[in-house]
């Protein structure tokens, strides 16, 4: 009954008045910057970051907490009224939702994300309280080794996992990395890759890469366009929300098995929502037995990515809490948080500040309801927000962005950082490199190297290290398999094109 | 065979760059102290970096990928939007020391709001300075933040 104990704990730190007032502003914000597109997640926490560092720790997670699975409930209204997803992860839920709120059913599509999403949630919750604390216990005896390890694994599903290029990825992941080591090596003293910028010796900064790559080309992407609401989007009532019973059952199980999908993805560091939506929503394609109604308005389409990008959200944080091992840009954010209140992240964050931890926990319990009641009855007023001109609205957006990085560590020289991955996304893009996996390698870079050195020192520079430990060496030939598995599908893919030229030739 | 190279153009094009990328990084790693596997230096990890990027972009051109759809297009109304956000963002920049936050935001939002040719110039101005105040409401006067408002 130690479960009930600390869920109590929680419970006390999360439904006082001031973790209820924080948690609330949280999911209110998150959603309304999940709506609206081209505000992402990272700009909000940029923006909110100074102001958390004279919060109290506890108060302070719960709110930024709030933000990210905020932001995932609210992503799938523009996705499906607009067919403009307001976040990365909400582009899968567009496929079937716009084409269902074309029909006319669009309160049916957003009642049913909302149903979807809190499910997704909770499932996700129920892991978080379940294998954190065990995980951490095992994690205590983990070497660098097992963080290397882990981390390699990371990085190898989310470069390969859900991606058609994986040698583009990898190549992303790698100067992910590089860029991660930007700036004074802790163990030397040496600066690297600063070229004599004292301004970089502290390395780039995190929120000024993350919103130079994702937000800056959605922004200008969007600038010059102007977007009407449609009509469906000004009918919705609160009965024409409500599924029918033959939509509630085609469903029920797609929930089930996008919160499974989305808890797998997102409790490895590395892969987390965008992947697990989409693989839910390839196998509930192929599972059903209707396909051809995919992409035209199956329900299916929105229920199960909607639940696996929720279930992922809440996943997210078993490793960042129990490992100290940010899946995200966004975890690695919290862990900053963390840090500044010296929290230091890993393992024994769970032990030694229950409060912390169960106040997180349950206070996403509390946020979800928040957040159900937030986009069923008053789904109205995101939607009346929606209709806001985006050309107004936009400017707005780079005026915050501008004080939120900027105020995050008071150097211009972050705008230029925030221009030059814009840039630098931008040329990614026209090559038609991902940018998702460059964001992790940066993230978790420091961490990779720190370990790697330490690894080799403890082993005496023996790489079989790596393989011999027993938890490292399985976890690496995990890795390894994935490897050699898209090795060979690469291989016949080449060899398939081959044999087709020379038939085209002789033809 | 020469359709064949021309179709992989893209591959090719992304190959190099990776690969320059790759010689970029193991030149910058080799200023550095490498060390040994036992004692790494701080050149190690990046020189392995700069090889695992040279490899990735041999392979790139020596193999393409599974059907690469086409990479992003500027249009003129996207140009329009590259030009000024990025002025704006670089005014923001240059000015948010010099004379404080509230002209600073009032310019960036004034040009950035004029990258849609919807937008007039009187709207624009109108949105910079009532943003600008929302910005001095909010941050100096709510928040309390350690920016100078003005000059």
Not at chain 1, 12 to 33: K, N
Not at chain 1, 85 to 90: D, F, I, K, L
Not at chain 1, 119 to 148: D, K, T
């Amino acid at each position: 009954m130690e479960l009930l104990g600390n869920l109590a704990l929680g419970l006390s730190v999360a439904g006082s008045l001031a973790g209820l007032g924080y948690c609330l502003l949280g999911v209110t914000l998150g959603t309304l910057v999940g709506v609206l597109p081209g505000i992402g997640t990272m700009a909000t926490l940029a923006m909110l970051l100074p102001i958390t560092y004279h919060l109290e720790p506890n108060y302070a997670l719960i709110m930024l907490a709030g933000i990210y699975y905020g932001a995932a409930y609210g992503g799938s209204t523009a996705s499906i009224l607009l067919n403009l997803p307001g976040t990365a992860t909400s582009a899968v839920t567009g496929i079937d939702g716009y084409p269902m709120s074309r029909k006319g059913q669009a309160g049916v599509a957003l009642f049913m994300t909302a149903i979807a999403s809190f499910v997704g949630s909770m499932f996700g919750v129920v892991l978080l309280s379940l294998f954190s604390v065990p995980l951490a216990r095992v994690a205590l005896q983990f070497g660098p080794q097992e963080y290397f390890s882990l981390m390699f694994l990371g990085l190898i599903a989310a470069a390969l996992i859900g991606s058609g290029r994986s040698i583009r990825s990898l190549a992303a992941v790698t100067l992910g990395l590089a860029l991660g080591l930007v700036g004074l090596d802790l163990n030397s003293g040496v600066a690297r890759f600063a070229f004599g910028m004292p301004e970089l010796f502290d390395g780039l900064s995190l929120v000024a890469v993350a919103i130079g790559l994702f937000g800056l080309p959605e922004i200008i992407a969007n600038a010059g366009r102007i977007i009407n609401t449609p009509p469906e989007a000004k009918t919705i009532s609160f009965r024409s929300m409500l599924p029918s019973r033959e939509q509630w059952r085609r469903s029920r199980m797609p929930m089930v098995r996008g919160s499974g999908i989305g808890a797998f993805f997102g409790a490895l560091p590395g892969t987390g929502g965008v992947v697990a939506t989409f693989i839910s929503y390839a196998t509930e394609k192929k599972l059903s037995r209707h396909p051809e109604e995919f992409g035209k308005g199956a329900i299916e389409g929105i229920a199960a990515p909607e639940a696996a990008n929720n279930s992922a959200v809440q996943a997210a944080f078993i490793p960042t809490l129990s490992l100290g091992i940010p899946g995200d840009p966004v975890m690695a954010i919290m862990l900053g948080v963390m840090m500044v209140h010296g929290i230091l992240p890993g393992p024994n964050v769970i032990a030694g500040n229950p409060d912390l931890f169960w106040g997180l926990v349950m206070s996403f319990v509390i946020g979800n309801i928040f957040l159900l009641v937030l986009n069923l009855p008053l789904i109205g007023i995101w939607v009346k927000i929606l209709s806001i001109p985006y050309h107004l609205l936009f400017p707005v957006i780079v005026a915050f962005v501008c004080i939120g990085i900027y105020s995050v560590n008071f150097q211009v020289m972050d705008l230029y950082v925030l221009l030059f991955f814009g840039f630098l996304g931008w040329g990614m893009k026209s090559l038609n490199f991902e940018v998702a996996p460059l964001l992790l390698g940066f993230v978790l870079g420091p961490m990779m190297e720190e370990n790697f050195r330490r690894a080799l020192i403890v082993s005496n520079g023996e790489v079989s290290t790596f393989l011999t430990r027993p938890i490292s060496g399985v976890i690496m030939v995990v890795s390894l398999a994935i490897i050699a598995w898209f090795v060979v599908a690469g291989l016949r893919h080449v060899a398939g094109r081959g044999r087709r030229t020379s038939e085209n030739q002789n033809a | 065979m020469l359709d064949y190279l021309k179709s992989r153009r893209e591959d090719v094009i992304a190959g190099l760059v990776t690969i320059g990328v790759g010689i970029f990084i193991l030149t910058e790693a080799f200023d550095y102290r490498l060390g040994t596997l036992t004692r790494m230096g701080p050149g190690y990890f990046p020189m392995l970096l700069g090889v695992i990027m040279c490899l990735l972009g041999c392979i790139l051109v020596l193999f393409s990928e599974p059907d690469a759809p086409q990479g992003a297009t500027a249009d003129r109304t996207v140009k329009r939007g590259v030009i000024l956000v990025t002025v704006a963002f670089l005014a923001f920049a240059l000015l948010i020391e010099r004379v404080g936050m509230v002209p600073s935001v009032t310019v960036a939002v004034f040009l950035s709001a004029l990258s849609n040719r919807s937008t007039s110039w009187l709207t624009a101005a109108i949105l910079a300075v009532g943003t600008a105040a929302a910005c001095w409401l909010i941050f100096s006067l709510l928040l309390g933040l350690q920016m100078k408002a003005f000059w």
